[in-house]
Each structure stands twice: as structure tokens, then as C-alpha cells.
């Protein structure tokens, strides 16, 4: 079975990918940690942005500057759509080879799975929410970011409320651990139900 995982910058998907897949037995991708594969140094999607945004966005060590790489996209939502115009058809080639490969049994854990339609190939879609103010707090101490940065990531993402009609089941992550635990662990159990019957 496949399981996607969204929801917006610094709700917690990552936690809940990892306790999901720990509580299924499924192998757990990150299709950030993909794209950030197909940016590497001599990848085709590293030449690629290289060529559309220049030699400014690379580190002493030739790699690409994430961070300056985000600072020109989060300002700039043509160069964000060009980033993701060169990224995201690489991402998706290895998603499609790593879901082959498992036989679809995964979970997906993808900030962007409702945004680019990757949601239409889950048998489940679980959104982890919290409210915005929460995700600027989060990504400020994450990121060090200033708090105008911090809200122009988040606006530059489809908010979360516009995801909900998309998802099985939605995670509240607005409190501590414990509580997201929980819900992750009956929203695994509904799943594995769900699952069994077909």
C-alpha cells in the first residue's frame, strides 16, 4: 500500500512519516531528501539549476547553497515555479522507479504530494496540520529565520485548509508528542483495517 504524508513546512511530517512507516513495516521516502539527491554535484538536475539561476547560488565546495537557492526562490514565485519545473520531474522518475522496486508498498512523506497531483497515486493521504502561527514559530527556531522570511515560505505553499478535501485523515500537530503519537498510532490502525478489506 502506499501512503502519502503532506502537509505545509514545519507541521511534522517527518515525524509522523517515521513512526507510520516504524508502525507498518514500510520503507519510508522523502521526496525532499530525493530532491535534494538530484541536485547533487554532476547530477542532471544540478547542471540544469546551475544554468537557470547561475553560479551566485553555489558554496565555495561547488555544491548548490540551499539556503541561497531558497532566499531567490521563497521571494520570487516565477523562480520558484522554474525550480520546480527542472526539480520535480526528476523527483518523480525515482519515485515512480522506488515504488516498482517495493512493489507500492511505502510511505511517501511529500511537502508537495496534493500540489503536483502525486496524492491521485496513494491508497491513503494523511495531512499533519498545525495552526500557521505554530509552523512560523517552528520554522523561525529551525531555520533561523526572520519571521517576514518564515511567513513567505509558508504563503509560498498551498494552505493547508485547501488540502484537507485531498486526505483520509488529517493529524492535529499543535500540541506535544505524546498527542501526535497517539493520533498517528489510530490513524496507522485505521489504515492497517482499511488495508485488510480490500
Known amino acids: ?11 511534522g511530517k517527518s515525524t509522523v512519516g517515521r513512526i507510520l512507516s516504524a508502525l507498518l513495516g514500510l520503507d519510508l521516502v522523502n ?23 547561475g553560479e551566485e547560488i553555489l558554496s565555495p565546495d561547488g555544491a548548490i547553497d ?13 523562480k520558484r515555479l522554474l525550480l520546480e519545473r527542472i526539480v520535480h520531474p526528476l523527483v ?13 508498498n511505502l510511505v511517501i512523506e511529500a511537502p508537495l504530494l496534493i500540489e503536483k497531483g502525486t496524492w491521485k ?21 529551525r531555520d533561523k529565520l526572520d519571521p517576514k522570511a518564515a511567513e ?3 504563503k509560498a505553499q498551498l494552505p493547508l485548509e485547501a488540502k484537507f478535501p485531498m486526505a483520509h ?7 506535544d508528542f505524546s498527542y ?8 496507522g490502525l485505521e489504515i492497517l483495517k482499511h488495508a485488510l478489506r480490500r
Not at 45 to 50: D, F, Q
Request: glycine residues 8%.
Open 1 to 11: 500500500m502506499l501512503i502519502g504524508v503532506t502537509g505545509g513546512i514545519c507541521t
Open 31 to 53: 521526496l525532499d531528501q530525493i530532491a535534494h539527491e538530484v541536485l547533487g554535484k554532476g547530477e542532471v538536475g544540478y547542471l540544469k539549476v546551475i544554468e537557470a539561476f
Open 66 to 78: 540551499r539556503k541561497a537557492l531558497g532566499r531567490i526562490v521563497f521571494e520570487d514565485p516565477e
Open 92 to 104: 518523480e522518475e525515482r519515485i515512480m522507479k522506488l515504488m516498482e522496486e517495493s512493489g507500492r
Open 121 to 141: 497515486l496513494m491508497d491513503f493521504v494523511v495531512l499533519v496540520y498545525c495552526p500557521p502561527e505554530l509552523q512560523i514559530k517552528r520554522l523561525i527556531r
Open 152 to 154: 513567505n515560505r509558508i
Open 169 to 175: 485523515y488529517v493529524i492535529n500537530n499543535s500540541k
Open 180 to 187: 501526535l503519537r497517539d493520533q498517528v498510532l489510530k490513524t
